[in-house]
């Protein structure tokens, strides 16, 4: 039987294993993961309705609850997800449910007919909605107050 030994630093047997990771496949699947996050939250982010919301000077912190849109062409949006006039109170309650706060948020269009979101904030206290709040928006530069006379 003959006796092995260890090769020494200065002798190489051809058999080496290389012990280092590559790490350029692993940067490009989070650099492409990184593209895809970055799109999907553009787009996530824009899928609102645009809505010209009234300006208020005295605005404060919008409280935390269901959010119902109305926009100018008359669609109404529970929570981010359009309904038609005949669901609004089960989509209500659904909501309602799910949601810590039970205050229901308008965010009507400057555009809409005050009836109209009376009505849909009439439904929404018949849904168990136990407070109502109106989204506004600062004014902006050169706007007056909805108050004031011209």
């Known amino acids: 039987?003959?006796?092995?030994?260890?090769?020494?630093?200065?002798?190489?047997?051809?058999d080496d294993i290389v012990a280092e990771i590559n790490i350029t496949p692993l940067t490009d699947i989070f650099l492409v993961l990184l593209i895809i996050f970055m799109v999907t939250t553009s787009v996530?982010?824009?899928?609102?309705?645009?809505?010209?919301?009234?300006?208020?000077?005295?605005?404060?912190?919008?409280?935390?609850?269901?959010?119902?849109?109305?926009?100018?062409?008359?669609?109404?949006?529970?929570?981010?997800?359009?309904?038609?006039?005949?669901?609004?109170?089960?989509?209500?309650?659904?909501a309602l449910a799910k949601a810590k706060d039970k205050v229901v948020i308008l965010r009507g269009d400057r555009d809409v007919v005050l009836g109209r979101a009376v009505g849909i904030l009439d439904v929404a206290q018949e849904a168990g909605a136990k407070g109502i709040a109106l989204a506004t928006k600062p004014p902006g530069p050169g706007e007056?107050?909805?108050?004031a006379k011209k």
Do not use: F, Y
Not at 1 to 14: C, Q, R, V, Y
Not at 144 to 147: F, V
């Open 1 to 14: 039987m003959a006796i092995h030994s260890l090769p020494s630093a200065d002798e190489s047997t051809g």
């Open 44 to 94: 996530i982010s824009s899928q609102g309705k645009e809505v010209d919301l009234p300006s208020s000077a005295v605005a404060s912190q919008t409280p935390a609850g269901v959010t119902v849109t109305l926009s100018a062409d008359e669609q109404i949006a529970v929570d981010g997800q359009i309904v038609k006039d005949d669901q609004l109170a089960p989509a209500l309650e659904a």
């Open 144 to 147: 007056k107050k909805a108050g």
